[in-house]
């Protein structure tokens, strides 16, 4: 993508002017977004993203810039206004050894998504769309999102680190509406994965389409959800969008290495109850939230975060590394081009548990069954988190009884993860987008069924 | 190349190609933000980049593309990707490209006096709001982010109708995300505001409303469930407001994904209430004289005095609804650039008299994921203070608020007088609200 000698050149610029560390990372993205409303493709878009950031680091300061003209003049004069804002000054001379990096891939992709053709793609998209209107006569209309993406990235820095590397995603989003007399309700389901087309052997679109339906379905049927504090049990897969709020960005050197974060300075102390141990593992093969290196160049791998409620690690990437005096561990992500990256999840969920899903609502008395989440955000500094039920249930006497309409879930981050009293044993993924300082990533969520002691729903008191 | 030799390549090319006609978006980026804390730069951004899109019409369907980069290849890419996907385009709705019909205000030029301000004044302006604002209070206890930040863009439309147009836009804007602590229990303060101009910004503003917003939360309780009457505050009643514009889209109330289907010109809010969008609304930054497509924009009210008088149509709604489009495409499809709701008569300090007993909310959170535009149904979390006889007696913390918009776009009993530019595109004034649902905890 860029001249190995330009960017030999830029690097020792860097260094000679006095920066501590100098990166420059280069972005070559092709992508698909389709949608389909009603069973026909309304809108097809394709796009091309190219563009160059840099970024040097001086005493514990970031300057970061980008662009999209790829000319030495050009970025060597960003260079310039970088070097200018740190009030930097060079010193030594001295030249920095580049080394090529083997980037091993450990997510292997059958169909690039340039070699498939939209009709393809398409055909999918009206699988899902049969699955939504086929699943009930309620199902008013059908949403089909298709994107995909090829993105090729360069990394080189002042480490003598150079590191290439190609990473496919596939995503295929169906939104059902279901109306009942004059009321209308909505569900949503949007799997995704690190490969090609090939996604859909692994998953039927059609199936795809029916369960966002059936939420759709459900939910014109349901009452209001009940309002106030109450027991929750929150299913597998996307219900681990509450760790992921209410505990793991809170983890990230992003807020942690100010002492930002409510989890800062409590690394090998308790923070969470018996039955919770949680990992971020940006290395499992094909996932949507996994890379063989992040954006920083740096190899991914599983980190245990919390072992039997025991704070272990933190998220951490290379600026922060430096200030925390803990290793980069992988996590140094970013949307694209357009931001510097910082410490981000990957694929991080709850450890399964000794509970059967059955178990834990059968010990229910009354209370909340979180069947499908929708997304959620937090203040790390506060550890205010809220996240969506996109389907609920109420749970009485240790029965499903009947199902509620979505609701908010909110709490904080420290007191929550200490009530977590139930693991169930049923542990899988769900696939978001998660926003930060660094923009939008792909991440996974992910849990058994759990069942958290109190939490405040927000629903409508009768 | 040459933006007009590469416009040239690309309608050449997309006519061999097979398009009936074509338009291609220049959008130029300029972008400058630094990002304090501790009095160290935490995050940095200069940048310049470069968007084109291409929208290609045959047989009355569009296709779309999208490059970064002006040469050879991206002539190709653009024409054969948008070829491919007109190919698998079905829908049977009529799009087209506008050929310059309706009555344009003048192009606006953005005078950018931010870029001419030293980089190390802005970091400056950065570090002194946030040393300001650790010095405002012995319990301000940290600063998470003080930022200072302006972009600048233009947008050029050419197309094979002959339409050429050409504006720019931009603005500043300064903020501070602190934390206040009591030693028990953190609460956070966020102030933003924005600006055309540098000194539209003023830090110390900033810096007060966001420590004595963090402090005025230190001790904050939740309370019981129930139904509340409330004011949404300005900021508040602005991101509820804004979550729900989709509701406004033509293409969306068409698709049958509005609860708004059906009741143009129909009673759906207060008859106190009166929205409007105005692209050229003086106080606020961004002023367009065009759309994304092309369209003239216009000054006009969508809610007034409580009745629904139109939606946002782009070319293709307008054209299924056999109206003229209202100019309102921009990053997304049919939405307001600026929206304007004019004063009440009460000031806020006569609105929480109103209220009497109740609570006011001043922050949300969640609003990406506890809105459903479909029903408009809402459950948010939110925080405020909790109000008797008429004065704040505590804050309030861990509550949501839930009900359904156009419920409480119904219930507004009272409109303030406090307008203000709450966010980059709105300038709104505090609402008093018959009832509300909040959930909570305690008794």
Partial sequence: MLESKIVERLINKGINNGADFVEIFAEDRCGTEMTMIDGRVEVASSGREFGVGLRIFKNGQQVYAYTNDLSEKQLSMILDRLIDALEIKGSEKRSINMMNKDVKNSHLVFFYPQEISKSEKAKIMKKAHEGAKNYSNLISQVVVRYWDYDQRIFIANSDGLIAQDRRVRTRLMVSAVATKDSEQESGFFGPGAAMGIELFNLLDPYDVGAEAARIADRMVRAEYAPAGKMPVVISNAFGGVIFHEACGHALEATSVAKGASVFAGKLGQKIASDCVSAVDDGTIPNAWGSNNIDDEGTPTQRNLLIENGVLKTYLVDRFHSKKMGIESNGCGRRQNYRFAPTSRMSNTFILPGKYLPEEIIAATDYGLYAKTMGGGSVHPATGEFNFAVAEGYLIEKGKITKPVRGATLIGKGADVIQRIDMVGNDLSRGQGMCGSISGSVPADVGQPTIRVTELIVGGRSR | ?443
Avoid: W
Wanted: include cysteine; charged fraction near 30%.
């Fill in chain 2, 1 to 443: 190349m040459r933006i007009e030799d590469f416009k040239d390549k690309v309608f050449s090319y997309a006519k061999k190609k097979g398009f009936d006609e074509c338009e291609l978006r220049f959008n130029r980026e300029r972008e400058f933000g630094v990002v304090v804390s501790k009095q160290n730069i935490d995050n940095y951004n200069d940048a310049d980049s470069l968007r084109v899109t291409f929208k290609g019409l045959k047989d009355s369907k569009a296709a779309f593309s999208s490059c970064e980069i002006v040469d050879e290849d991206s002539v190709e890419f653009l024409v054969n990707s948008a070829y491919e996907n007109f190919l698998v385009t079905d829908t049977l709705e009529e799009d087209s490209i506008h050929d310059g019909s309706g009555e344009y205000s003048d192009p606006r030029h953005f005078e950018d006096e931010f870029e001419k301000i030293p980089v190390k004044s802005k970091i400056d302006f950065a570090k002194i709001m946030e040393q300001k604002a650790m010095n405002f209070d012995k319990r301000i206890a940290m600063v998470m982010m003080s930022v200072y930040s302006h972009e600048r863009y233009e947008i050029s439309i050419f197309n094979t109708k002959g339409l050429s147009l050409s504006e720019s836009a931009g603005l500043g804007v300064a903020y501070l995300y602190l934390v206040a602590s009591d030693g028990k229990t953190p609460k956070r303060g966020l102030k933003v505001r924005f600006g055309s101009r540098p000194n539209d910004i003023d830090p110390d503003r900033i810096v007060t409303e966001a420590a004595q917003e963090a402090i005025s939360q230190l001790g904050a309780e939740s309370i019981p469930s129930g139904k509340y009457r409330a004011i949404l505050r300005r900021n508040v009643f602005s991101e509820l407001l804004f979550a729900f514009m989709p509701i406004f889209s033509a293409e969306l109330v068409q698709k049958g994904l509005s609860p708004l289907k059906g009741k143009l010109n129909s009673k759906i809010a207060s008859e106190k209430l009166t929205i409007i969008d105005d692209p050229f609304f003086e106080k606020a930054p961004i002023k367009r004289s065009f759309d994304n497509e092309g369209v003239p924009t216009k000054e006009k009210s969508f809610i007034d005095q409580g009745v629904l008088t139109t939606y946002f149509h782009s070319l293709k709604s307008a054209k299924r609804d056999g109206i003229e489009p209202t100019g309102n495409v921009f990053t997304y499809k049919c939405v307001p650039l600026n929206v304007v709701v004019p004063a009440g008569q009460k000031s806020y300090q006569d609105l929480i008299k109103q209220l009497d007993r109740g609570v006011i909310v001043t922050a949300l959170d969640g609003l990406h994921s506890g809105v459903r535009t479909v029903s408009g149904e809402f459950s948010v979390s939110a925080l405020g203070y909790y109000v008797e006889n008429g004065a704040i007696v505590k804050p309030v913390e861990q509550i949501t608020i839930s009900g359904n918009i156009l419920e409480v776009l119904k219930s507004i009993e009272d409109i303030g007088d406090d307008c203000d530019l709450v966010s980059g595109s709105s300038y709104v004034p505090s609402v008093l609200v018959e009832y509300i649902d909040v959930a909570g905890s305690g008794s």
